[in-house]
């Protein structure tokens, strides 16, 4: 997936069975070689996501390999699909520690993935830098450590729920019903809304009520929104799964306004449910085209060298992707690539004013891991089959 751009040693790998965490001890000096290692879905449930994601990593990569790559030396992107499965995630990264020798490993895309990976990378003292899963505690498990090498570029569950919640309030609204999916990123969504709702004072009148990813009729657990009359709802879901909960509201006469995260961008929410099906939902969005000279700038670059791919791209995936790969070559440049010291030196950087994100010049320090806050995302609503503000 590079359409025009030429290879940049990007490859898609198979990844054999048999690799076990127990085994993954590896010293920083054995993995100090110019590969950046990747684990996105591309296939499964969020690959609409991975491939945006995959978008910005090949464009990040080979912008720096044409300014003269690392001492002249080009540098390789391994790339596997972890189809939207824990398990694979594990496997692959474990693969890109012990075989590829990485210096940083990029992704991946599901929360649930996520979590069954960062044991890995911290354990082994190799980079992670999450720009797209969003559970809290990717970036909290470690953060007492005395060094946490876990990053990340995303909004994460919390500050995208603090916008529903302020949101709701100012319209008002008391009677809240809750919906998650069965995932792991489902399972943490609820309970940091179940928390953040108690602490605003809001009445969680239906719910939480969960449903699978995969479910296609949501009556049962909309019917009991409806007869609690909850006010406002949100809902973690995936847009495949947010079109079932817009179409069985639509079945039973369900007007009630709702939201969900950041998941409800995906272009693949406006192709599957249609203009009319969508008008009205809400969800977080942390990135627009148009709020800087580097965010017009890189939209532009992506919609031109990948427009024969087929399909709108993600911009928010693509964007946070970009700009994490980039912070690593930034730390790669200072440091070189042994994984221990590219962590200390995503730390240190304090100039990274290129970037297509609202992230700050400084987006890491030794205390905080997130370069996305408060003031970097807003909700939003579709209309017309655009996004807007939501006001």
């Known amino acids: 997936m590079t359409g025009n751009l030429p290879r940049t040693g990007l490859r898609l ?3 054999g069975l048999g690799l076990l965490l127990a085994i993954v001890v590896v010293g920083s000096a054995a993995a100090a070689e110019l590969k950046i290692g990747f684990t996105l879905s591309l296939t499964g449930g969020t690959d609409d996501y991975g491939k945006g994601a995959r978008m910005g990593a090949d464009l990040a990569i080979k912008e720096y390999n044409d300014r003269g790559g690392y001492k002249g030396q080009k540098i390789e992107a391994v790339i596997y699909d972890d189809e939207t499965k824990p398990a694979k995630g594990v496997e692959n990264v474990t693969r890109l520690i012990t075989r590829d020798k990485v210096f940083a490993v990029v992704g991946p895309v599901n929360s649930g993935v996520a979590l069954a990976i960062i044991d890995i990378a911290q354990k082994n003292q190799v980079p992670l830098m999450d720009t797209i899963a969003t559970a809290e505690q990717i970036i909290e498990r470690y953060q007492s450590a005395p060094k946490n090498y876990i990053f ?3 909004l994460n569950d919390g500050i995208q729920t603090s916008f529903m919640i302020n949101y709701i309030k100012s319209r008002k609204y008391q009677r809240i019903g809750l919906m998650h999916d069965s995932t792991g990123w489902g399972q943490s969504g609820r309970d940091t809304a179940v928390r953040l709702l108690k ?3 809001l009445n ?9 990813q995969n479910d296609t009729d949501m009556t049962a657990q909309l019917t009991k929104m409806q007869e609690a009359k909850a006010e406002f709802i949100i809902a973690y879901s995936l847009a495949p799964a947010a079109v079932q909960i817009a179409k069985s509201m639509q079945k039973i006469g369900l007007k009630t306004p709702w939201t969900g995260t950041w998941g409800l961008i995906a272009p693949n929410f406006l192709k ?10 809400m969800a977080v969005t942390s990135y627009t085209p148009d709020h800087s000279a580097n965010a017009r700038a890189l939209h532009e670059k992506v919609d031109r060298i990948f427009k ?3 399909g709108d791209f993600h911009p928010v995936a693509t964007a946070q992707t970009y700009d994490g790969v980039r912070l690593l070559l930034r730390a790669l440049d200072k440091v070189g690539p042994e ?4 962590r200390d030196a995503l730390e240190e950087i304090d100039d990274f004013t290129e970037a297509v994100t609202k992230m700050k010049p400084h987006p890491f320090t030794r205390q905080n891991h997130e370069s996305l806050g408060h003031d970097t995302g807003f909700l939003a609503l579709w209309h017309d089959g655009k996004l807007e503000r939501a006001e």
């Open 152 to 154: 990340r570029v995303s």
């Open 339 to 342: 994984p221990q010291k590219v």
């Open 13 to 15: 790998g198979a990844i």
């Open 308 to 310: 024969d791919q087929g």
């Open 272 to 281: 599957l449910g249609g203009r009319e099906l969508i008008e009205g939902v």
């Open 204 to 212: 969680l009148v239906a719910g939480p009520e969960v449903f699978d």
């Open 199 to 201: 602490e605003a004072n």
